[in-house]
């Protein structure tokens, strides 16, 4: 089991940056990736960013040259870095993570914390 906590959400201007983390404890040896999702509301969950235990980064399109995801392994965290923030990008973000036993399965899901991004 790894449980997945995250932080620094909160209201932002446009064009102002947030950065969020999210730690993992529990059976984090297990632990192949990690991402950030987010969810608008009346739109669907939808991928943000994901980051492989040996560093390899995937981004959507949209946050592209904008946002960047990291981990520090020392810490057990992964964050997201975002800048040049826009109202659409205002959602709830969740962080996941895929076990090595199941990689392509994000079977564990944090609380979520809001982004609002104001014009």
């Known amino acids: 089991q790894v449980q997945l906590v995250e932080s620094g959400g909160g209201l932002v201007q446009a064009g102002g940056s947030l950065r969020l983390s999210c730690a993992a404890s529990g059976s984090i040896f297990s632990i192949h990736a990690m991402g950030w999702y987010r969810q608008a509301p009346g739109k669907q969950r939808e991928l943000v960013a994901t980051?492989?235990?040996?560093?390899?980064?995937n981004y959507a399109d949209s946050v592209k040259g904008r946002f960047t995801i990291s981990r520090d392994n020392a810490k057990n965290t992964v964050y997201l870095q975002m800048n040049s923030l826009k109202p659409e990008d205002t959602a709830v973000y969740y962080c996941?993570?895929?076990?090595?036993?199941?990689?392509?399965?994000?079977?564990?899901w944090g609380q979520g914390t809001q982004v609002t991004v104001s014009s």
């Open positions: 980051i492989t235990t040996t560093g390899d980064a």
């Open positions: 996941a993570c895929a076990v090595l036993s199941d990689r392509s399965n994000w079977g564990y």
